[in-house]
């Protein structure tokens, strides 16, 4: 499969860092996607999976800044486009689908004028646009979604809908372009479980009938082997495993990977015994999520501090990406 | 007092509850809404026991929390606290025994005062708790160790402390006034999944420590069922479900608990995960949303069991076998 | 931990750290100028009247004689003269005090009636007041107006009426008609959009005709007149805050209302109140100086900026700093307060949305 994204060595760290250390956001990243291929990116909150994507899209915040590093879409560096060709490609071939639907759409407007935003922000020009046909292609994204009663609904105000329903509408006008590459942050974490299984069916049914590429981040791993090919494990901006989802899930490399898996609270075993395998000596390890303002010194891995079965050279040095048939991992433990 | 003695002893019950919202409708009508929020819901809690509450968002679970809790008084039935009606007693005694029932929110963000610091928070509980202030240091440096927080964070404010450390002190200062029963409202569901297991971890250690009954609130059935012993299943306001965790986990009765069941992600058979559809119809979730209660059974629209005699009459929650009840007439 | 952080805040934030050295050195003036220029033989004199140094432009030279009987800093008049030859720098001295002093007590009196409206408005404000009560809170109401407008007798009689009522409302005569009439919340509203019907400046205005004219009739006047936007904001503030987490938290613990009040959610609602204050400081000195504008200010011959400015009108071509210079002051004053107001509100009001 030839590859479609391409990133290569991407570094990015807060504007005003000083540029001796090492970037505080995300070091070094690599990842691959492919034509019609759904890859996975899994973290916990904090660990830059969403900078990432924002980054893919040029939509990185202003405090932080690319060090280095290329983002290949099709051949084209991203990163070396000015904001007219960017904006070409955000929407009709890279689109994004965010976390939180309660606030992704615009409350001012209704459902059926933002999708029609997506159309005329990318036809303007081509050709003359009638009315009727944006409409009908609305309707028919609109049922393809899934959403009952699409003609009503494009009169309907986004508070007027479901969190299911809306992030509904944020998959249809993500595909109303039929873009060759979906980001999807995140985007069934503030749903139920319910809708979660619907919205999950519906991403993989849409990608599958349309062929196009799908990033799915989460912190969930659980959803990994429904929803990916591939997945890639981050852990405070340095991707620690890679592999396909179905190995990585069953077989884990990393003790980050492992500890995620075991997180993942099983109804039927003993309790407490599998939680407690968890616990870390002691719990300001938490504060790792806040902070941020600790500077990037010391050369070891990012997990020494939490990990399990550290060594002593864990400290010391980083370990690189191993490879081993098709998959990678960042560990001295699977060092031969 | 509640004197705790022999398991059995049913320290906590809701005897059918109702509780109705009232929406005003449109500009300069005074027509009401009434939106049912809880809907004929009773249930007991035997002590040492924890009963865990499943249902999505927007069934009622927090609402029914709040009443249980003592800050929202329902529009009918009772809340029989040792062996009192909580709401029949006047304001000042009412404080009184809220005390004893305390409520772990949902948010770790705004469960904190964010300009107090962690120390005045439990200090402040403590006293509620009457202990006398010389000992306030000490037990407050006591409290904080034994939810896995270092007693140096005292000086903290909320805002320097992460999702999981705010909820840690959540349930410390719960733990202050010494409560008889322990209510949490999604304590874990915005927290990380490394987080949640380490919080989930402490709440079955605080368990085994002080013995006291929880009602645990989630979305999550998985979550639900491997802290409690008793699960209820609840829908739109009403409970549709109810009987011991695992066996409701393992041969759900109730099509509304197969759904919830079928949501779950499982890792051995992706496939069959996203292919399984026990349930759902778009249209009718569409349309039972916008219902208000109209039929009978709630779940009708969604349901794929159902049928002409689901519309006759009311469903009862009848029991099944020993400790099995369930609202449905198509088992 | 707090004071450490709000001071790092300031000092990042230059703008608003000049206001605040604004401020202060305009605090440190008016303290100053209090001490300069009181007594009967003050160091420098606001009243003494020179009809031979009238209409003196500022820093021009005194005439030899000013200088051989009083002492003038370098020998000049640093501000100028007005008409009638008084030193104008003696003079803003002199009303430094009295406007910043204006400023700060009318907004201290709104700030602490529009906290206890809106705290109690927003609080209780689900609560419901019965027929009986509200009837006679009314009578006590209009009878303390009547009172106050010297109709004593029939004021009298419908105050004791209205307590007398209030006394009875437990007893079972009263109570079956003391039914569910209107929640605190609306009524609160109600008055509070009752007195904002009323032009504040006419209000300001008629009352201070009214009562006899004095510096502290007129700070408290204003105070009382401008607490609504403060019990907006407050009572919009704890409505939000009712809801959050914490505050049912303190609740369940068993904490008294008081305390919940006080400790809880009034240190939370205090930032749009702080800000609405600093601003609220500005305009009471502008309205001072509109009431001294009007001549119905503090009594001459005390000088306040706004009757300098009054003064100055007459004479607006011929000696135009008598107008320009107490203009300038005030508005570098409203200036120093108004970029300090929204440093201290980035500064109180930091993580409540995190």
């Not at chain 2, 499943?54 to 809340?79: F, M, N, Q, Y």
């Not at chain 2, 240091?137 to 904080?144: C, D």
């Not at chain 2, 979550?223 to 011991?244: A, Q």
């Given at each position: 499969m030839?590859?479609?994204?391409?990133?290569?060595?991407?570094?990015?760290?807060?504007?005003?860092?000083?540029?001796?250390?090492?970037?505080?956001?995300?070091?070094?990243?690599?990842?691959?996607?492919?034509?019609?291929?759904?890859?996975?990116?899994v973290g916990e909150s904090g660990c830059g999976k969403s900078i990432t994507a924002l980054s893919i899209m040029g939509l990185l915040p202003k405090g932080l800044r690319i060090w280095s590093g290329k983002i290949l879409f099709e051949g084209m560096d991203l990163l070396r486009l000015n904001e007219k060709e960017l904006r070409r490609i955000r929407g009709s071939e890279i689109s994004m689908i965010f976390q939180e639907p309660m606030s992704s759409l615009n409350p001012v407007l209704t459902i059926g004028q933002q999708l029609r935003e997506v159309f005329l922000a990318h036809l303007k020009g081509e050709e003359p646009v009638h009315k009727k046909e944006i409409e009908d292609r609305c309707v028919s994204l609109l049922r393809d979604v899934g959403l009952p009663h699409p003609k009503d609904q494009l009169r309907a105000y986004p508070h007027m809908l479901s969190g299911g329903q809306r992030q509904r509408v944020m998959i249809a006008m993500a595909m109303a372009l039929n873009p060759k590459l979906i980001i999807a942050d995140e985007p069934t974490t503030a749903l139920d479980v319910t809708v979660q299984l619907q919205i999950l069916r519906l991403l993989k049914g849409l990608q599958e009938g349309r062929e196009c590429s799908l990033l799915f981040i989460t912190h969930d791993l659980?959803?990994?082997?429904?929803?990916?090919?591939?997945?890639?494990?981050?852990?405070?901006?340095?991707?620690?495993?890679e592999g396909p989802s179905r190995e990585v899930v069953s077989s884990p490399l990393h003790p980050y990977t492992k500890a995620l898996l075991s997180a993942i609270v099983d109804p039927e075993s003993p309790k407490g015994i599998k939680a407690k395998a968890l616990r870390t000596k002691d719990n300001r390890s938490n504060s790792v999520l806040v902070d941020k303002n600790a500077k990037g010194k010391g050369q070891g891995c990012r997990y020494a501090s939490t990990c399990p079965s550290v060594e002593a050279r864990c400290r010391e040095l980083e370990p690189g990406l191993m490879v081993a048939n098709d998959r990678k991992v960042r560990c001295w433990l699977h060092v031969c | 007092m509640?004197?705790?003695?022999?398991?059995?002893?049913?320290?906590?019950?809701?005897?059918?509850?109702?509780?109705?919202?009232?929406?005003?409708?449109?500009?300069?009508?005074?027509?009401?809404?009434?939106?049912?929020?809880?809907?004929?819901?009773?249930?007991?809690?035997?002590?040492?026991?924890?009963?865990?509450?499943?249902?999505?968002?927007?069934?009622?679970?927090?609402?029914?929390?709040?009443?249980?809790?003592?800050?929202?008084?329902?529009?009918?039935?009772?809340?029989?606290?040792?062996?009192?009606?909580?709401?029949?007693?006047?304001?000042?005694?009412?404080?009184?025994?809220?005390?004893?029932?305390?409520?772990?929110?949902?948010?770790?963000?705004?469960?904190?005062?964010?300009?107090?610091?962690?120390?005045?928070?439990?200090?402040?509980?403590?006293?509620?708790?009457?202990?006398?202030?010389?000992?306030?240091?000490?037990?407050?440096?006591?409290?904080?160790?034994?939810?896995?927080?270092?007693?140096?964070?005292?000086?903290?404010?909320?805002?320097?402390?992460?999702?999981?450390?705010r909820q840690r002190v959540v349930i410390a200062r719960a733990l202050c006034v010494s409560p008889l029963v322990l209510i949490m409202d999604e304590p874990v569901s915005s927290l990380d999944v490394l987080i949640q297991a380490q919080i989930l971890d402490l709440l079955l250690e605080i368990k085994e420590r002080v013995q006291i009954p929880y009602i645990f609130i989630s979305h999550d059935l998985k979550i639900v069922t491997y802290l409690s012993d008793i699960i209820g299943v609840m829908y739109r306001g009403e409970i549709l479900e109810e009987g011991p965790s695992l066996e409701v986990y393992k041969a759900p009765l109730h099509p509304y608990t197969e759904l919830l069941l079928a949501s779950v992600p499982k890792m051995g058979d992706a496939k069959g995960f996203l292919a399984s559809d026990p349930t759902v119809e778009l249209k009718t979730e569409h349309e039972s949303l916008n219902q208000g209660g109209a039929c009978p059974c709630s779940y009708y629209l969604r349901c794929n069991r159902r049928s002409r005699e689901c519309l006759s009459g009311p469903i009862e929650l009848r029991s099944i076998g020993e400790n099995r009840r369930i609202r449905c007439i198509n088992v | 931990m707090r004071m450490g952080e709000g001071y790092k805040l300031i000092r990042n934030d230059w703008v608003g750290f000049l206001g605040l050295c604004l401020f202060l050195c305009f605090l440190g003036i008016s303290v100053l100028g209090l001490l300069l220029t009181r007594g009967s033989e003050p160091i420098l004199d606001p009243k003494k009247v020179r009809l031979h140094e009238k209409l003196k432009p500022p820093m021009c030279k005194a005439s030899p004689e000013t200088i051989a009987n009083e002492k003038l800093p370098f020998g000049r008049f640093l501000l100028g003269t007005d008409d009638l030859g008084r030193d104008v720098f003696a003079r803003m001295l002199q009303g430094a005090y009295v406007s910043m002093s204006v400023g700060f007590v009318s907004v201290g009196i709104s700030v602490l009636i529009g906290v206890i409206i809106g705290g109690i408005s927003g609080y209780y404000g689900d609560r419901n007041i019965g027929l009986i009560t509200f009837l006679s809170l009314l009578l006590l109401i209009a009878g303390i107006i009547l009172i106050i407008s010297s109709n004593r007798s029939l004021g009298l009689l419908l105050s004791c009426l209205g307590v007398i009522s209030l006394l009875l409302k437990k007893t079972r005569f009263l109570k079956q008609m003391d039914r569910q009439f209107i929640d605190v919340d609306s009524f609160i509203m109600r008055i509070v959009d009752i007195m904002l019907c009323f032009p504040s400046f006419f209000l300001i205005l008629t009352v201070v005709v009214v009562l006899p004219p004095s510096i502290y009739n007129i700070m408290i006047v204003i105070g009382v007149t401008s607490w609504m936007g403060t019990a907006r904001f407050v009572r919009a503030e704890f409505l939000a805050l009712r809801e959050l987490d914490f505050v049912k938290a303190a609740k369940l613990l068993g904490l008294s209302d008081m305390k919940i009040i006080f400790v809880h959610m009034l240190p939370n609602a205090i930032g749009p109140v702080l800000v609405s204050a600093t601003l609220g400081v500005a305009s009471a000195i502008l309205v001072e100086a509109g009431l001294s504008f009007l001549g119905l200010g503090v009594p001459p011959p005390h000088a306040t900026w706004g009757n300098i400015l009054s003064d100055g009108k007459n004479y607006l071509f011929d000696a135009p700093w008598l107008t320009f210079i107490p203009g300038f002051t005030i508005m570098l004053v409203v200036l120093s307060f108004n970029l300090f107001g929204e440093a201290l509100r980035d500064m109180v009001n930091p993580k409540l949305k995190s």
């Amino acid at each position: 499969m030839e590859g479609l994204l391409k990133i290569k060595g991407l570094n990015i760290g807060l504007r005003g860092q000083d540029l001796g250390e090492r970037p505080s956001i995300v070091q070094d990243l690599h990842l691959e996607i492919s034509k019609a291929e759904s890859v996975c990116l899994v973290g916990e909150s904090g660990c830059g999976k969403s900078i990432t994507a924002l980054s893919i899209m040029g939509l990185l915040p202003k405090g932080l800044r690319i060090w280095s590093g290329k983002i290949l879409f099709e051949g084209m560096d991203l990163l070396r486009l000015n904001e007219k060709e960017l904006r070409r490609i955000r929407g009709s071939e890279i689109s994004m689908i965010f976390q939180e639907p309660m606030s992704s759409l615009n409350p001012v407007l209704t459902i059926g004028q933002q999708l029609r935003e997506v159309f005329l922000a990318h036809l303007k020009g081509e050709e003359p646009v009638h009315k009727k046909e944006i409409e009908d292609r609305c309707v028919s994204l609109l049922r393809d979604v899934g959403l009952p009663h699409p003609k009503d609904q494009l009169r309907a105000y986004p508070h007027m809908l479901s969190g299911g329903q809306r992030q509904r509408v944020m998959i249809a006008m993500a595909m109303a372009l039929n873009p060759k590459l979906i980001i999807a942050d995140e985007p069934t974490t503030a749903l139920d479980v319910t809708v979660q299984l619907q919205i999950l069916r519906l991403l993989k049914g849409l990608q599958e009938g349309r062929e196009c590429s799908l990033l799915f981040i989460t912190h969930d791993l659980s959803l990994v082997p429904n929803v990916g090919d591939r997945v890639y494990v981050m852990y405070k901006g340095r991707i620690m495993e890679e592999g396909p989802s179905r190995e990585v899930v069953s077989s884990p490399l990393h003790p980050y990977t492992k500890a995620l898996l075991s997180a993942i609270v099983d109804p039927e075993s003993p309790k407490g015994i599998k939680a407690k395998a968890l616990r870390t000596k002691d719990n300001r390890s938490n504060s790792v999520l806040v902070d941020k303002n600790a500077k990037g010194k010391g050369q070891g891995c990012r997990y020494a501090s939490t990990c399990p079965s550290v060594e002593a050279r864990c400290r010391e040095l980083e370990p690189g990406l191993m490879v081993a048939n098709d998959r990678k991992v960042r560990c001295w433990l699977h060092v031969c | 007092m509640c004197v705790k003695d022999g398991l059995g002893e049913v320290i906590l019950a809701l005897e059918h509850i109702h509780k109705y919202f009232h929406l005003k409708g449109g500009y300069f009508s005074s027509k009401r809404h009434r939106i049912t929020a809880v809907r004929d819901v009773s249930l007991s809690l035997p002590h040492g026991i924890t009963y865990g509450l499943v249902g999505e968002s927007g069934c009622g679970k927090t609402t029914l929390s709040h009443i249980t809790a003592g800050l929202l008084p329902p529009d009918g039935g009772r809340v029989i606290f040792c062996e009192e009606d909580l709401y029949a007693l006047g304001y000042k005694e009412l404080k009184e025994k809220r005390k004893r029932i305390q409520l772990v929110f949902q948010d770790p963000y705004s469960s904190l005062n964010p300009r107090l610091s962690v120390g005045y928070v439990i200090k402040e509980a403590l006293r509620q708790g009457n202990v006398p202030k010389e000992e306030l240091e000490e037990r407050a440096a006591s409290v904080l160790k034994s939810v896995g927080l270092d007693p140096g964070c005292m000086s903290s404010y909320p805002h320097q402390l992460s999702g999981g450390q705010r909820q840690r002190v959540v349930i410390a200062r719960a733990l202050c006034v010494s409560p008889l029963v322990l209510i949490m409202d999604e304590p874990v569901s915005s927290l990380d999944v490394l987080i949640q297991a380490q919080i989930l971890d402490l709440l079955l250690e605080i368990k085994e420590r002080v013995q006291i009954p929880y009602i645990f609130i989630s979305h999550d059935l998985k979550i639900v069922t491997y802290l409690s012993d008793i699960i209820g299943v609840m829908y739109r306001g009403e409970i549709l479900e109810e009987g011991p965790s695992l066996e409701v986990y393992k041969a759900p009765l109730h099509p509304y608990t197969e759904l919830l069941l079928a949501s779950v992600p499982k890792m051995g058979d992706a496939k069959g995960f996203l292919a399984s559809d026990p349930t759902v119809e778009l249209k009718t979730e569409h349309e039972s949303l916008n219902q208000g209660g109209a039929c009978p059974c709630s779940y009708y629209l969604r349901c794929n069991r159902r049928s002409r005699e689901c519309l006759s009459g009311p469903i009862e929650l009848r029991s099944i076998g020993e400790n099995r009840r369930i609202r449905c007439i198509n088992v | 931990m707090r004071m450490g952080e709000g001071y790092k805040l300031i000092r990042n934030d230059w703008v608003g750290f000049l206001g605040l050295c604004l401020f202060l050195c305009f605090l440190g003036i008016s303290v100053l100028g209090l001490l300069l220029t009181r007594g009967s033989e003050p160091i420098l004199d606001p009243k003494k009247v020179r009809l031979h140094e009238k209409l003196k432009p500022p820093m021009c030279k005194a005439s030899p004689e000013t200088i051989a009987n009083e002492k003038l800093p370098f020998g000049r008049f640093l501000l100028g003269t007005d008409d009638l030859g008084r030193d104008v720098f003696a003079r803003m001295l002199q009303g430094a005090y009295v406007s910043m002093s204006v400023g700060f007590v009318s907004v201290g009196i709104s700030v602490l009636i529009g906290v206890i409206i809106g705290g109690i408005s927003g609080y209780y404000g689900d609560r419901n007041i019965g027929l009986i009560t509200f009837l006679s809170l009314l009578l006590l109401i209009a009878g303390i107006i009547l009172i106050i407008s010297s109709n004593r007798s029939l004021g009298l009689l419908l105050s004791c009426l209205g307590v007398i009522s209030l006394l009875l409302k437990k007893t079972r005569f009263l109570k079956q008609m003391d039914r569910q009439f209107i929640d605190v919340d609306s009524f609160i509203m109600r008055i509070v959009d009752i007195m904002l019907c009323f032009p504040s400046f006419f209000l300001i205005l008629t009352v201070v005709v009214v009562l006899p004219p004095s510096i502290y009739n007129i700070m408290i006047v204003i105070g009382v007149t401008s607490w609504m936007g403060t019990a907006r904001f407050v009572r919009a503030e704890f409505l939000a805050l009712r809801e959050l987490d914490f505050v049912k938290a303190a609740k369940l613990l068993g904490l008294s209302d008081m305390k919940i009040i006080f400790v809880h959610m009034l240190p939370n609602a205090i930032g749009p109140v702080l800000v609405s204050a600093t601003l609220g400081v500005a305009s009471a000195i502008l309205v001072e100086a509109g009431l001294s504008f009007l001549g119905l200010g503090v009594p001459p011959p005390h000088a306040t900026w706004g009757n300098i400015l009054s003064d100055g009108k007459n004479y607006l071509f011929d000696a135009p700093w008598l107008t320009f210079i107490p203009g300038f002051t005030i508005m570098l004053v409203v200036l120093s307060f108004n970029l300090f107001g929204e440093a201290l509100r980035d500064m109180v009001n930091p993580k409540l949305k995190s």
